[in-house]
């Protein structure tokens, strides 16, 4: 064994001890009107570690000492501000900073850690911020998520994506706690509305891909989670363009225990239902509305640095509305050598109706500086109504394929016609109700032990009445009929507890257990995870991550039911084996930080329950009936390419497959031709997009840094795809590439750029001109598969939306 090795090896297991003058800066930073600032980042310059201000504003920082040193301190949307100092080995220096608004003001951070190594395995902390200027169809939160490495969302009509070859279910949301749940019955993504997560009152935003701590829940892919800020002073915001708006207003009480926040959202997606292919009479129609309230219940005589008792009460309120009325669609698709057109003119209309209202509290009580505990209590429900009665009648033609002798894709022969009728009657009701208890103990400065004890009731009422008839040539078939009347209720039971050690000032070791009972399947999952993270002692900007855990998703509702509408209530958790590795790099080009983000993971999953993707719903088999792996490598690479503009490039390289119990084929998968019945093994799963590619990158004019410029850019391989009850082909062809480009071109006015003044409420006012699908390229998000008389079937691309633009405004007030 080599004496690096072992070097390495004794670093790796035992503290390492660092001797060096050193001296520290403590202080608060605050806005120019005294409210402290959380988040700010402060560091020295030249260094690409530092620290951040907590909720309070505060800060402490250690410095080398004996030398002249720089300390930068940075906020989103305010001027830095520089500070210079000539420390004595051991001396504490004490300031306070404020820092100003300006046209000046360049800094947009994405992600805010300043130190190696903190954020953990595979968790990025987001700037809540950017998403009011990432340019986008609905301004919608989740639109952050898509540019992230490992991240996929091939519809920029949809809140949902996916992560790491995970389906939409596979994610976990979190505000203030509280469990967030998704629609159930949507099925298309023209008729959702937006994220729950209100930009407008987010303090802090995590995100984990995968290898997360036991504390963050039981599912297979990813968490987010949201907080919600306390306001530290009146304020407020009006956001408005083409496809919607938003106002938000904070205060706080003048003894300063009382605060209260609150948003509505309304959604107009007209602008881009007109670009859609189908023509029609839309009425879509989203509101919501979210407050959360703070009361900081300490006894007045009890004094300290933080409340000891504090209550936040959440509430919301969202009602989708989305109602069509189809008149007629034309479509050209095929291959150069036979070019087919299909029109279809249809009667009949479309109503979906979602409302869901939610709220929750979350007391928080501090027996001690270092011992707390957390009650949250929370409660969803659900309606949900669809009602669908829609005859499409079609007719295929041929179209030209040489140009030279006709027009292109001119109509030359009929070829055939029939009629497709869709007939929905479905309602479903969720009722859930939580109650969680947490603690947390930290019994040294290096160590902390946090616990959690979950239950929850669940009441489901599901009725369904579809069915869909085929009229070809005269013959009617009837392809889908499925009546039945459900109702689940079901107790969830949910534990955990997990150690954090600092092992020294580079290592940290999270290591805990989850525990999970359902009384529908009577299962008790346990769920092992360890976490390690350290910092390269001889290259402190070189940090790495490893993880290893087994993670359960316990069935939902949807898992359970199968395409038939029946509920398997025998249905076991989908299971995975969870291994990552990552390292993180620091480094100073044109003197301007950067990092570069590296993870390599492998995902074994058994008990795996197979599905279909129609547009945005999952239909699955509920059957524990496979097996499947995902393994791929995340690269991001983030920082400064223009001074003061953050800017990020990612690539994920992905590959996911899995194999059915049972299934086989008659045909040559690479041919296409008969062969002898044979089993099909590994196939890829319908997430598996090989290749993704997400830019964010901002620039401004020289000397005029109020005038600025947002692209957003997303480029991914296409989704596995094949007609629906037809295992012999399943997942076998390719939809095309999902490219889609979105540039913003703004301005910002700032008007209270001095602490006394008070002149003027109005705060500042950002306007931006946006280009959406800049390339006006067509993508295809799902196919209708459709009959002639010869019983061949075509798939038939449906697109979304062609290039649009939108102007949009905010005025903070």
Request: net charge positive; no cysteine; aromatic share 12%.
């Amino acid at each position: 064994m080599s004496l690096k090795l072992v070097a390495w090896l004794s670093w790796l297991f035992f503290p390492v001890l660092v001797f060096a003058q050193q001296a520290s800066v403590t202080g608060i930073v605050t806005d120019a009107a005294g409210t402290p600032l959380e988040y700010a980042s402060v560091f020295v310059k030249g260094r690409t570690s530092g620290s951040q201000t907590n909720a309070a504003g505060k800060f402490k920082i250690t410095t080398p000492a004996e030398k002249d040193i720089t300390l930068v301190i940075k906020y989103i949307g305010l001027e830095d501000q520089e500070i210079k100092f000539f420390l004595k080995a051991g001396e504490n220096r004490v300031v306070k900073v404020k820092l100003f608004a300006g046209s000046q003001a360049l800094s947009t951070v994405v992600i805010t850690d300043q130190k190696a190594g903190s954020s953990g395995v595979s968790i990025m902390r987001l700037n809540p911020r950017l998403t009011k200027q990432l340019p986008s169809a609905f301004n919608d939160f989740n639109k952050i998520l898509s540019t992230l490495p490992g991240v996929s969302n091939n519809n920029e009509l949809t809140s949902t994506y996916s992560v790491r070859g995970g389906n939409y279910d596979e994610n976990l949301v979190y505000v203030n706690g509280m469990e967030i749940y998704r629609p159930f019955l949507v099925m298309n993504a023209q008729q959702e509305g937006l994220s729950f997560v209100n930009p407008d009152l987010v303090q802090d935003v995590q995100f984990s891909s995968g290898g997360w701590q036991p504390r963050l829940g039981d599912k297979l892919s990813s968490v987010l989670n949201i907080t919600y800020k306390a306001p530290q002073k009146l304020a407020g915001s009006v956001t408005g363009g083409f496809m919607g708006g938003r106002v938000h207003l904070e205060t706080v009480s003048q003894n300063r225990r009382v605060t209260f926040l609150a948003g509505v959202r309304y959604k107009n997606a007209q602008l881009v239902f007109n670009s859609l292919e189908t023509n029609g009479n839309y009425q879509p129609n989203f509101t919501d509305a979210q407050s959360y309230l703070t009361v900081d219940l300490t006894k007045k005589n009890q004094v300290s640095v933080s409340p000891k008792t504090t209550l936040g009460i959440l509430t919301s309120v969202a009602r989708n509305k989305y109602e069509v009325v189809p008149f007629y669609r034309e479509t050209s698709f095929g291959t150069m050598d036979r070019v087919v057109r299909i029109g279809i003119d249809y009667n009949g209309h479309e109503r979906m109706e979602y409302e869901t209202y939610q709220g929750g509290l979350n007391l928080l009580h501090r027996f001690s500086p270092r011992f707390f505990t957390e009650v949250i209590a929370s409660s969803v429900l659900a309606r949900e109504r669809e009602l669908r009665d829609v005859a499409a009648s079609y007719s295929f033609s041929e179209g030209v394929t040489d140009s030279k002798t006709r027009d292109l894709n001119e109509e030359v022969r009929n070829v055939d016609a029939g009629t497709d009728f869709e007939h929905s009657r479905n309602s479903l009701t969720a009722m859930i109700f939580a109650v969680e208890n947490r603690y947390t103990w930290q019994p040294t400065s290096r160590r902390e032990w946090q616990i959690g004890l979950k239950a929850a009731h669940e009441n489901i009422q599901d009725q369904l009445n579809e069915y869909s008839l085929l009229d070809s040539a005269g013959y009617v078939t009837l392809n889908k009929n499925i009546t039945s009347n459900l109702n689940l209720k079901s107790d969830r039971y949910q534990g955990y507890a997990q150690n954090t050690i600092k092992l020294d000032s580079l290592r940290t070791l999270i290591y805990g257990v989850r525990l999970n009972y359902w009384t529908v399947n009577r299962e008790l999952l346990i769920s092992p995870r360890v976490q390690y993270t350290g910092i390269v002692p001889a290259h402190p900007n070189w940090s790495y991550k490893i993880a290893l855990g087994i993670y359960y998703q316990p069935p939902f509702y949807r898992e359970l039911r199968n395409r038939q509408g029946e509920l398997n209530q025998n249905l076991k958790a989908q299971k995975s084996l969870h291994f990552i590795a990552g390292a993180e790099y620091r480094f100073l080009s044109w003197d301007r930080p950067f990092k570069l983000t590296a993870e390599a993971y492998y995902k074994k999953l058994t008990n795996v329950i197979p599905y279909e993707v129609e547009n945005v719903r999952l239909r699955y088999f509920a059957l524990n009936n496979a097996t499947a792996y995902a393994a791929g490598l995340d690269l991001r690479v983030n920082g400064e390419f223009i001074k003061g503009a953050e800017s990020w490039f990612s690539l994920g390289i992905l590959t996911t497959k899995e194999n059915i119990s049972g299934d086989s084929t008659t045909f040559d998968l690479n041919t296409f031709k008969p062969v002898p019945k044979r089993p099909i093994g590994f196939i890829r799963r319908p997430t598996d997009q090989r290749v993704t590619f997400g830019v964010f990158f901002q620039d401004y004019i020289p000397d005029h840094p109020s005038y600025k410029m947002y692209l957003n850019g997303v480029v991914g391989t296409g989704l596995p795809f094949s007609p629906p009850g037809n295992e012999s082909i399943r997942n076998q062809f390719n939809m095309p590439f999902y490219k889609r480009v979105d540039i913003g071109f703004s301005k910002l006015l700032t008007f209270r750029t001095s602490p006394n003044d008070k002149t003027i409420n109005l705060e500042s006012f950002w306007l931006s001109l946006e280009v959406l699908n800049l390339i006006a390229a067509n993508n295809v998000v799902s196919y209708n598969y459709v009959k002639d008389v010869r019983n061949t079937t075509y798939a038939v691309p449906n697109y979304l939306s062609s290039r649009l633009l939108n102007l949009r405004f905010i005025a903070q007030f």
